[in-house]
C-alpha cells in the first residue's frame, strides 16, 4: 500500500540532523566518493547506520562530514558602522539556506546541514553540531568537532566557552564533558584529555608548557595517528576538566606573547579519550544446542571500545598579510598560513575524489587525517559575522564549508578484545580440563588393572582344577594297576603252590596218570586267567583312554582362556582408542562453540545496537520513518568482506530457523525473550522477511507478548516490530484482526519510556491510513489511545500522533468525497479538534507539517465546518494558507476555504480577507 509507506516514512524527524543521513542538499553523485570506498558503495547506502565490531568486520559505516553555519549577532561597532546597509547574509533555517548577497538585487544560495542564526542558543548550538558526535564517541567511534571561520566570528565562543559566570553561555566542549561523565562509570571505565596548540607547524602542550615541541607519531598498520609526547591527564569530574582548559588558556596566553603570536594564529586542540568496557552479553543459541555449560559462558570474549573526540579550534581564516605587517617576516607568514591551507587542499582533494590527498604536507592535516576521510564522525561548525565589509572572506568561508560537506567518512568502531582477560580464563578452564582428563585416565587404568586380574584368576584356577583332576586320575589309575598287579602275583603264587603240591604226593596209583590229568587241569586253568587278564588289560587301556580324552579336554579349556584373554587385552587397546578419539571430538566441539560464540557476540552486538540507536530517537536517519529506526537487517552483499560471508542475522535466521527463533519468544529466561525479540525486530524490519514472519505466526507472538509482558524494552522493541509489520495492507489487517488496537492502546497506557509509546503511535498511526479499517479502528479505542499518548511531550511521539490523525483525516476525506462517508469526522467525535488547533503551530515541523495536512483534510467536508469554527480551527486553517512554508499544502489550505460557503461567510463575518 504506497500511501500508507509513503506517508509513514514522512512522519519522523530528528533533532539531531547534523548526526543524520537526511538532507536535501544536492551533493555530488556519490555517497561513495571516497575511492576506497568505491566497492562497497551501493550497498552501503542501505546499509543500517550500526557498524559491525572491530573484531570482526571492518568496513564501517558511510559518514558525510556535517556542516552548520553559525551567524554571529552584529557587535556594538558593527550596529554603528553597519547601521545603515543590511547583513551580507539572510538565513533561512526552515529550508536549510543560506542567501549571501551580491548586492542590493541578487543573492547566491546555499544549502547546508543545519543554520544556526544569531539567536541560536549555546545550548542548541550544542545538540545540533556536538551531540552526534559525542554520541558516537561514547559508543566507540571517533569523532572530531570543529570550527572555521574568520577572527571574531565566534569560534572559541561557541567551541571554547567555559560559562562559569552564565551556565547558559557554555561551550561545546564544557557540555560535551558533561555529557561523557554521565554516560561513563568512573570505576570501570576510563576518560582522559590532552590539550594542544599549534602554532608555526609546532606542536605545544598546553597542559606543561615546558613540553614545546612535540612530535605526532604514525602506526604504519593502522595509521592512527598519536602523540606520545603529550601529557594525558585523566578526568576525575567536571571541574577537574573546567580547571584544566582553564589552565590551557593561561599557558596558550603565555605561550603566544612570548612567540610575540595572536591566538587567532594558532590552532587549539583538545584531544578526549573515552575507554569503556563493554558487558559480555547472554547468547541466544547456547540454550539452543541444549548446551548451557559453564565453558561456552566463560568463552566471552571482553570487549573494549576506545573513542577519541577531538575538538579544534582553528586559526582565524583571513588571509593574512604577506608583507608581514603584523610583525611577521615573510617565511614565517608562509608558515602561520601552512596549515591552514594545507586542510583546504586536503577537503578539495577529498572533495573532488582525486586520486592524491596531500594529508602529509601540514601538521594539522596529519593530525585530522581520521577526521576527514578517515573513520570519525565529522561535525563543522563554520562561523561567519553579518557585516557586509567582510563579504569576501565570509563568501570564502562558505565555499569551505561547501567542500567539506562532499567529503565522506567510513565511520568504524574502535573495539577490541580484551585477550588478557581472555587469555586468564582460558588457562583456567584449560587447567579444569587437565585435571579432568587426569582424574578419567586414572580410572580407565584402574579398569584395566580389575580386568587383567580378573582373567589371571580365572587361568590359575582352570590350571589348578586341571592340575587336580589329573593327579586324581593318575592316583586312581596307579591304585588299580597296583592292585591287578597284586591279584595277578596272588594267583602265580597260588598256581606255583599247586604244582609243588602234586610231585610230593608218593605211593599212589595211576601217579603218572593222575600227574597228568593234574598237568591238563592246571594248563586249562591258567588259560582262563589269561583271558580273564586280557580283558582287563583292554578295560585298563579303555580307561587310560578316556582319561586322556578328559586331558585334551581340559589342554583345550585352557587355550580357551588364554584365547579370551587376548580378546580382553584387543578390547582394552579398543577403548584406548576410543577414549583418544572422544577426547579428539571434544576438542573439535569447543572449537566450534567458540566461533559460534564469536557470532553471537556479534549479533548480540548489533541488536543492542539498534536498541540503542532506537532509545536515541531516530538520530540516523530523518525522514526515515520508523522503519528504518530499526535495524536494517544488512543485504548480504553490504557485509561481504569479500569471502562470501552472509550478514550474521540472515546466517542465524537460516541455521537456527525462523520456527526456532519465534519459539523463543516465549522462553522462561526473560533475557533470551528480550533477545528473541530483537532479533524478530530486526529480520521484521526488511519487507523480504515480514511475510514469512507473519507465517511463521511472528505477529501473534508479538502481540502475545504485549498481552504477557510486563517489560519495557520487550514493549518497546515488540511494539517496533509490530510497527515494521503493519507498513503492509495485510498484516494491518491482520493486526485488527488479531486485536491488535486494544493490546497496542494497552500498552500505550502501561508504557512510560517515549520511544515505547513512539513506536505504538507509529503501529497505530500506520494502521491510521487503512481505509477499510477506519470504522473499527475507531470503535476499539485506537483514536482515544493516540489522542492519550500526547501525555508524553516527546516531539517523536507527538510527531507519530500528528502522522496518525492526519492519515485518518485523509482517508475520512476520501471517503467523503466518494459518498461513503456522511456526519462529522470521527476525529472530532473523540474530542482531537482541541489538540490539532492547540499544536497547529508547533515549532516542531514534522508534528506541525501533519497536523497542517489533518486541517485541510478535515475542513473538506463542511459537515465539520461548524465545529472547526467554534473550535478555532479556521484561524489556523487561514495561517496555513497564507504561512505554511510548503507549497501544496498552502494551496490546498487555500482551496480548502475558497470552497466552503461556511468558512466564507464566517471570514467575510470576521472580515478576514481571502
Ligand atoms: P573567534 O574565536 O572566531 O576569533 P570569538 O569567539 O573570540 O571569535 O568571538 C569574538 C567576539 O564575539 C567575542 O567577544 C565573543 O564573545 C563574541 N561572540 C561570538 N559569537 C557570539 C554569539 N553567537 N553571541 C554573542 N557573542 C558572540
Ligand atoms: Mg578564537
Redesign the pocket.
Known amino acids: 500500500m504506497a500511501t500508507t509507506a509513503s506517508v509513514y516514512r514522512n512522519g519522523n524527524y530528528s533533532r539531531n540532523s547534523l548526526g543524520t543521513n537526511n538532507n536535501k542538499v544536492e551533493r555530488p553523485p556519490s555517497v561513495n566518493s571516497n575511492p576506497k570506498n568505491s566497492l562497497k558503495s551501493k550497498s552501503l547506502r542501505k546499509s543500517a547506520p550500526a557498524a559491525l565490531g572491530a573484531a570482526k568486520d571492518d568496513t564501517g559505516v558511510p559518514g558525510r562530514v556535517r556542516v552548520a553555519v553559525?551567524l554571529?549577532?552584529r557587535?556594538a561597532e558593527e550596529r554603528v558602522a553597519d547601521a545603515d546597509f543590511p547583513d551580507c547574509v539572510e538565513l533561512q533555517p526552515e529550508v536549510k539556506r543560506l542567501k549571501l548577497r551580491k548586492n542590493n538585487w541578487d543573492s547566491d544560495t546555499y544549502e547546508f546541514d543545519e543554520l544556526l542564526t544569531?539567536f541560536?542558543s549555546q545550548k542548541r548550538v550544542y545538540e545540533v553540531v556536538a551531540k552526534p558526535v559525542v554520541e558516537s564517541v561514547l559508543d566507540g567511534y571517533n569523532g572530531t568537532v570543529m570550527?572555521y571561520?574568520?577572527?571574531?566570528?565566534?569560534?572559541?565562543?561557541?567551541l571554547?566557552?567555559l560559562g562559569e559566570e552564565d551556565t547558559a553561555a557554555r561551550g561545546i566542549m564544557v557540555r560535551a564533558m558533561e555529557d561523557i561523565l554521565a554516560d561513563v562509570s568512573l570505576e570501570t571505565n576510563s576518560v582522559s584529555m590532552s590539550y594542544l596548540q599549534l602554532y608555526m607547524e609546532t606542536i605545544q602542550d598546553l597542559l606543561n608548557p615546558t613540553n614545546d615541541n612535540i612530535s605526532i607519531v604514525e602506526d604504519p598498520k593502522s595509521g592512527d595517528v598519536s602523540l606520545p609526547g603529550a601529557t594525558l591527564v585523566e578526568i576525575r569530574n567536571q571541574q577537574s576538566f573546567v580547571d584544566l582548559l582553564r589552565l590551557g588558556e593561561a599557558h596558550r596566553f603565555a605561550a603566544n606573547t612570548k612567540l610575540n603570536a595572536e591566538s587567532?594564529r594558532s590552532h587549539a586542540i583538545l584531544m578526549v579519550h573515552v575507554k569503556k568496557s563493554v558487558r559480555g552479553r547472554d547468547s541466544v543459541l547456547s540454550s539452543e544446542n541444549g548446551d548451557n555449560s559453564p565453558m561456552v559462558k566463560s568463552l566471552k570474549p571482553p570487549i573494549v571500545r576506545k573513542g577519541k573526540l577531538v575538538i579544534v579550534?582553528l586559526a582565524?581564516s583571513e588571509r593574512i598579510d604577506k608583507s608581514g605587517s603584523e610583525g611577521h617576516t615573510l617565511e614565517e607568514a608562509k608558515s602561520i598560513n601552512l596549515s591552514l591551507s594545507a586542510l583546504g587542499k586536503c577537503i578539495n582533494a577529498l572533495a573532488e575524489n582525486s586520486a592524491h590527498v596531500p594529508v602529509r604536507d601540514s601538521k594539522l592535516t596529519r593530525l585530522l587525517r581520521d577526521s576527514f576521510g578517515g573513520t570519525a564522525r565529522t561535525s563543522l561548525v563554520i562561523?561567519i559575522g553579518p557585516s557586509p565589509r567582510h563579504r569576501g572572506e565570509t563568501a570564502s568561508t562558505i565555499m569551505f564549508g561547501q567542500r567539506a560537506m562532499k567529503v565522506e567518512n567510513m565511520l568504524k568502531l574502535k573495539e577490541e578484545f580484551d585477550y588478557k582477560s581472555l587469555s586468564r580464563r582460558l588457562d583456567q578452564q584449560l587447567d579444569k580440563f587437565i585435571a579432568e582428563h587426569e582424574r578419567q585416565q586414572k580410572a580407565f587404568e584402574d579398569e584395566i588393572k580389575r580386568v587383567t586380574m580378573e582373567a589371571q584368576n580365572q587361568i590359575s584356577e582352570s590350571e589348578r582344577n586341571y592340575a587336580d583332576a589329573l593327579e586324581k586320575d593318575k592316583t586312581k589309575y596307579q591304585k588299580e594297576y597296583m592292585e591287578s598287579i597284586k591279584k595277578l602275583e596272588d594267583k602265580w603264587m597260588m598256581n606255583q603252590q599247586k604244582h609243588a603240591g602234586g610231585e610230593n604226593i608218593p605211593g599212589l596209583k595211576d601217579e603218572s596218570s593222575n600227574a597228568i590229568s593234574n598237568g591238563k587241569d592246571s594248563r586249562v586253568g591258567n588259560m582262563e586267567e589269561l583271558a580273564e587278564m586280557k580283558k582287563k588289560l583292554q578295560k585298563e587301556t579303555l580307561l587310560r583312554k578316556a582319561a586322556e580324552g578328559e586331558v585334551n579336554i581340559l589342554k583345550s579349556q585352557l587355550a580357551g582362556l588364554k584365547k579370551s584373554e587376548a580378546l580382553a587385552k584387543s578390547d582394552i587397546s579398543k577403548l584406548q582408542k576410543m577414549l583418544e578419539d572422544e577426547a579428539c571430538q571434544k576438542e573439535k566441539l569447543e572449537g566450534e562453540i567458540a566461533t559460534l560464540q564469536s557470532q553471537l557476540l556479534q549479533i548480540s552486538f548489533e541488536a543492542d545496537e539498534t536498541a540503542r540507536r532506537i532509545d536515541k530517537g531516530g538520530s540516523e536517519e530523518v525522514l526515515g520513518g520508523l522503519d528504518s529506526l530499526m535495524l536494517q537487517v544488512r543485504q548480504p552483499q553490504i557485509n561481504d568482506s569479500g569471502n562470501g560471508e552472509k550478514a550474521p542475522i540472515a546466517k542465524l535466521f537460516e541455521q537456527v530457523g525462523l520456527q526456532k527463533i519465534l519459539s523463543l519468544l516465549e522462553a522462561e529466561d526473560a533475557d533470551v525473550r528480550i533477545h528473541a525479540v530483537k532479533v524478530v525486530a530486526n529480520l521484521a524490519a526488511e519487507e523480504t522477511n515480514q511475510e514469512k514472519i507473519v507465517e511463521a505466526g511472528g505477529l501473534k507472538s508479538l502481540l502475545m507478548l504485549l498481552r504477557s509482558s510486563e517489560d519495557e524494552t520487550i514493549y518497546r522493541v515488540a511494539a517496533g516490530a509490530i510497527a515494521n509489520l503493519a507498513m503492509n495492507e495485510t498484516n494491518q489487517e491482520l493486526i485488527m484482526a488479531q486485536g491488535g488496537i486494544h493490546l497496542l492502546s494497552m500498552t500505550a497506557g502501561n508504557a512510560k519510556d517515549p520511544q515505547t509509546l513512539r513506536m505504538i503511535a507509529g503501529a497505530i498511526a500506520n494502521l491510521c491510513g487503512n481505509d477499510k479499517l477506519q470504522m473499527k479502528l475507531r470503535s476499539e479505542g485506537g483514536i482515544k489511545a493516540l489522542l492519550g499518548m500526547v501525555r508524553c511531550r516527546h516531539p517523536d511521539v507527538l510527531a507519530q500522533v500528528a502522522r496518525g490523525i492526519a492519515n485518518f483525516a485523509k482517508c475520512e476525506s476520501r471517503a467523503s468525497t466518494q459518498g461513503t462517508k456522511t456526519g462529522r469526522s470521527l476525529l472530532i467525535e473523540d474530542g482531537v479538534l482541541p489538540w490539532i488547533v492547540q499544536n497547529a503551530n508547533n515549532e516542531a515541523s514534522p508534528i506541525r507539517r501533519h497536523i497542517e495536512l489533518a486541517l485541510c483534510h478535515l475542513a473538506q467536508h463542511e459537515v465539520n465546518a461548524k465545529d472547526m469554527i467554534s473550535g478555532g480551527a479556521l484561524r489556523e486553517l487561514v495561517r496555513v494558507s497564507r504561512d505554511c512554508s510548503r507549497e501544496d499544502t498552502r494551496t490546498l489550505a487555500h482551496r480548502t476555504l475558497t470552497s466552503s460557503p461556511t468558512f466564507q461567510a464566517e471570514m467575510r463575518r470576521l472580515r478576514i480577507d481571502h
Open positions: 553559525r554571529r549577532p557587535n544569531e541560536a570550527a571561520g574568520q577572527t571574531g566570528t565566534g569560534k572559541t565562543y561557541t571554547g566557552q587567532s579550534d582565524g562561523t
